[in-house]
């Protein structure tokens, strides 16, 4: 699986923007980019995920490097409801899609402050 | 997004008994099962994957005999920690998907204290 790399921890203002890295420089051609965060005492949720296009949905926006090495998960205002560790996954789609696992690193935790 | 479920949320037990967790998906069907262990302040390590009606593959270092993981159903798997010790005291997540998804949903967690 590759590997990706992100900050430990990160801290924001609550109503500004977030801007979370992550570096994935030796992903592969088939590798889609997943982000699940995690709020304290409980289960993951998915975010956001992309293979080579910027993307958007209702939580956050996923901004993908044209060489595919790195990306950056934007949430847009900040809430206290967003503190929480969040996680840069490769996984390879191409075949079995969700039912490939995940396999999570240290992610980054983000603080907000009121 | 869909739902799963995980019974009970919180169990204490003692040293030596077993414990039973279920995974539920409520609204869709589950082809496929992930059993997740956290330890307090560390990420979520994988423990295992389940098929529907198929035997789990267990990723190296988690004993398959102490971890006993059951996949009858599409919306239903269980995780049997067989004679527990406290070193097992943590945090067990499940996941559940569906080859029409793309996402995991993940379950609420169980928190295990063995004493």
């Given at each position: 699986?590759a590997?990706?790399?992100q900050?430990?921890s990160m801290?924001?203002?609550?109503?500004?923007?977030?801007?979370?890295?992550?570096?994935?420089?030796?992903?592969?051609?088939?590798?889609?980019?997943?982000w699940y965060r995690?709020?304290?005492s409980?289960?993951?949720?998915?975010?956001i995920h992309?293979?080579?296009?910027n993307?958007?949905n209702r939580m956050?926006?996923?901004?993908?490097?044209e060489?595919?090495?790195?990306?950056?998960?934007i949430?847009?205002?900040?809430?206290?409801?967003?503190?929480?560790?969040?996680y840069?996954?490769?996984?390879?789609?191409?075949?079995?899609?969700?039912?490939?696992?995940l396999?999570?690193?240290?992610g980054?935790?983000?603080?907000?402050?009121? | 997004?869909?739902?799963?479920?995980?019974?009970?949320?919180r169990v204490?037990?003692?040293?030596g008994?077993s414990?039973?967790?279920?995974?539920?998906?409520?609204?869709?069907q589950?082809?496929?099962?992930?059993?997740?262990?956290q330890f307090?302040k560390q990420?979520l390590m994988l423990?295992?994957t389940?098929?529907?009606?198929?035997?789990?593959?267990?990723?190296?270092?988690?004993?398959?005999?102490?971890?006993?993981?059951?996949?009858?159903?599409?919306?239903?798997?269980?995780?049997t920690?067989?004679s527990?010790?406290?070193?097992d005291?943590?945090?067990?997540?499940?996941?559940?998907?569906?080859?029409?998804?793309?996402?995991q949903?993940?379950?609420p967690?169980?928190r295990?204290?063995v004493t």
């Amino acid at each position: 699986d590759a590997k990706t790399t992100q900050p430990n921890s990160m801290e924001s203002n609550e109503e500004e923007p977030v801007h979370l890295p992550c570096n994935h420089s030796t992903i592969s051609g088939t590798d889609y980019i997943h982000w699940y965060r995690q709020l304290p005492s409980q289960g993951p949720e998915y975010v956001i995920h992309g293979l080579t296009s910027n993307v958007n949905n209702r939580m956050a926006s996923l901004a993908i490097a044209e060489d595919r090495k790195s990306s950056t998960l934007i949430l847009h205002r900040a809430t206290l409801r967003d503190a929480a560790v969040y996680y840069c996954i490769l996984r390879d789609d191409y075949k079995g899609g969700a039912t490939n696992k995940l396999i999570f690193g240290t992610g980054t935790l983000l603080a907000v402050q009121p | 997004g869909a739902v799963v479920s995980q019974h009970p949320s919180r169990v204490i037990c003692k040293s030596g008994t077993s414990v039973k967790i279920e995974c539920r998906s409520l609204d869709f069907q589950a082809t496929t099962m992930f059993w997740y262990r956290q330890f307090p302040k560390q990420s979520l390590m994988l423990m295992a994957t389940s098929n529907e009606g198929s035997k789990a593959t267990y990723e190296q270092g988690v004993e398959k005999d102490k971890f006993l993981i059951n996949h009858a159903s599409l919306t239903l798997s269980t995780l049997t920690v067989t004679s527990a010790h406290p070193e097992d005291s943590s945090f067990y997540i499940c996941s559940a998907s569906g080859t029409t998804t793309y996402e995991q949903y993940f379950g609420p967690g169980t928190r295990l204290t063995v004493t």
